[in-house]
């Protein structure tokens, strides 16, 4: 069965480092997102990818940065972690953004940044 | 602005019916979605609306008001399972979703 999968589950980091957010997924979509989801808001988006090559600045982009090398994959990077990124990060993809066409999440990721 | 506005909790009776509401002030609107969200899991989807009226899926129904901005999820013979958060989210005109901060429903036996 197709999935998309995130990993790390759960993640404990330090202020200033770098942290990579891998997400993965088989349903072989073109459409790719990375959300935050905090207490008190709704999902936040922060990057999105419409293909291989494409990547696109969402609402809360400051800080972080994608790249879409393959179809497959997105990985998320904060290149300086802040503890105003402790945050659960989901990764979700899309086959269009046409149309009702749903998004499908990952399991998420709990980044906290000491 | 955009906007989106649930209420923040709910409760209600294994067995009733609970209406959870979602209005909104959107640039543009390409649809509707409802997902739920149980605790420390990933959103599912549960519909979508992009004319208005009523879309009946087994349970579940969502109701759409395009002039008035303005949706709500219906869900009938509650059951103890159906304890999770509800999202209501807009697509607006650039196609981006656009979430609410989710309804937490608490069902009581």
């Known amino acids: 069965d197709a999935e998309i999968t995130q990993s790390p589950r759960h993640k404990i980091t330090e202020t200033g480092r770098q942290v990579t957010l891998a997400c993965h997924q088989t349903w072989n979509h073109n459409n790719m997102f990375w959300y935050r989801q905090d207490l008190g808001h709704g999902l936040r988006l922060i990057h999105y990818?419409?293909?291989?090559?494409?990547?696109n600045k969402g609402e809360v982009s400051d800080g972080y940065s994608v790249s879409r090398s393959n179809t497959e994959d997105l990985p998320l990077t904060l290149e300086s972690a802040a503890s105003s990124q402790t945050s659960v990060y989901f990764c979700?993809?899309?086959?269009?953004?046409?149309?009702?066409?749903?998004?499908?999440f990952g399991p998420g990721t709990r980044l906290t940044v000491l | 602005g955009q906007n989106i506005d649930q209420p923040t909790e709910m409760t209600a009776t294994e067995g009733a019916i609970v209406q959870i509401n979602c209005t909104y002030q959107t640039s543009g609107f390409n649809g509707l979605f409802w997902y739920q969200q149980h605790a420390g899991e990933a959103p599912t989807f549960l519909s979508y609306n992009v004319l208005d009226g009523l879309e009946e899926k087994g349970r579940f129904s969502s109701f759409l008001s395009r002039s008035k901005g303005y949706s709500y999820l219906l869900l009938k013979e509650l059951q103890m399972k159906d304890s999770a958060s509800y999202l209501c989210a807009v697509m607006d005109s650039n196609y981006q979703l656009i979430w609410g901060a989710g309804t937490k429903l608490i069902i009581k036996p």
């Open positions: 990818s419409y293909g291989v090559h494409d990547t």
């Open positions: 979700a993809s899309s086959e269009s953004t046409s149309g009702g066409n749903e998004q499908f």
